[in-house]
């Protein structure tokens, strides 16, 4: 028998009571529940809210009520909208950078840039497959989809030029289209772009910047957060380990934006939250992704804040984005 049978919506409702949780309006929480998921609202939220995190059975806090939980339930769900909006931004400013340097630099015929020749193998798994099979594979997959615009782009140019190819591509693909790419030259001429850096002079400058490692843990940890929010996971206090800032750079930190020292840095703060996440869009040219992200993260933090000011120290921990509250 499992130890989390099946309960009706009315049961749920009774064990939050029993466990000291204020429910002002109980139709509408049943409504929340039935349209939202318990798991997702309570489960997902509830933390914050207990009087001990480690133990739902010894009860809510008295300050508690499923309308705060659900209040945070919704305001995370602000938060991801965001940042998908944010990410959708980045990516495809990145995507037209990557196409316009490939076909700069090596070709706008497909079969010229798809040349494994291009491309380093990169990791190699246990089959003997490499990253680069798989992404050539992908670019061949994408080539002869029968959906606009490739195509049109096939059977009336001959052909599928970077810039449409890409279009294809999810995130993780363009990230590997650009991490294999075997010329450095290539590869500086679309971080100089992105991060709006003359290409000739990244060499000279990257020890002092770290301009290089700056994009690419940039790039892991704005996939990282593309895929958690794709799957619909809980944003506010998210971390990595795996996908944080790996380096102290005045790109990042000490800057008109973040202010984060290197002592609190190597201490692990602003490394893979979502103010770490807004610090790597600010860092780039284009400051679409990081105005969206910061106005909407504001707006929504001011008007949470209307409602449940005591909660405003705990989200300014998690998320490590101190939000402008006044008028």
């Not at 140019?157 to 991490?179: A, E, Q, R």
């Not at 933090?301 to 705990?314: A, G, H, Q, R």
């Amino acid at each position: 028998m499992t130890d989390k049978p099946f309960k009706t919506i009315d049961e749920q409702l009774n064990i939050l009571k029993s466990r000291g949780l204020v429910i002002i309006n109980e139709s509408a929480a049943k409504r929340s529940l039935q349209n939202n998921g318990y798991y997702e609202i309570i489960n997902g939220y509830k933390y914050p809210f207990l009087l001990n995190p480690s133990n739902d059975e010894e009860g809510y806090k008295p300050s508690a009520s499923f309308e705060n939980i659900y209040e945070f339930y919704q305001l995370d769900s602000y938060i991801r909208s965001a940042i998908i909006d944010s990410i959708e931004m980045f990516e495809n400013s990145f995507k037209q950078a990557v196409a316009y340097a490939i076909a700069e630099n090596i070709s706008e015929e497909l079969a010229e840039y798809s040349n494994p020749d291009n491309y380093v193998p990169g990791h190699i798994n246990n089959h003997g497959n490499s990253d680069r099979d798989f992404l050539l594979r992908r670019i061949n997959t994408v080539s002869v989809l029968n959906t606009e615009p490739y195509k049109h782009y096939r059977e009336t140019h001959d052909n599928i030029p970077p810039w449409i190819l890409v279009k294809g591509l999810s995130l993780g693909n363009t990230i590997y289209l650009f991490s294999l790419l075997k010329d450095s030259s290539i590869k500086e001429k679309i971080i100089g772009r992105m991060m709006g850096f003359d290409p000739a002079i990244i060499p000279g400058i990257d020890d002092q910047f770290r301009i290089k490692q700056v994009f690419s843990d940039s790039l892991s940890l704005i996939l990282d957060y593309r895929n958690l929010a794709a799957h619909g996971g809980r944003m506010y206090d998210h971390r990595s380990v795996k996908h944080q800032i790996s380096i102290y750079s005045p790109l990042l930190y000490n800057n008109s934006y973040n202010t984060t020292s290197r002592t609190e840095f190597r201490n692990g703060k602003n490394r893979s939250s979502i103010n770490a996440l807004l610090s790597c869009f600010f860092a780039m040219e284009n400051d679409d992704p990081y105005i969206n992200l910061r106005t909407w993260l504001t707006t929504r933090l001011k008007m949470y804040n209307d409602k449940y000011p005591s909660d405003m120290n705990f989200i300014i921990n998690k998320t490590e984005f101190v939000p402008n509250l006044g008028d």
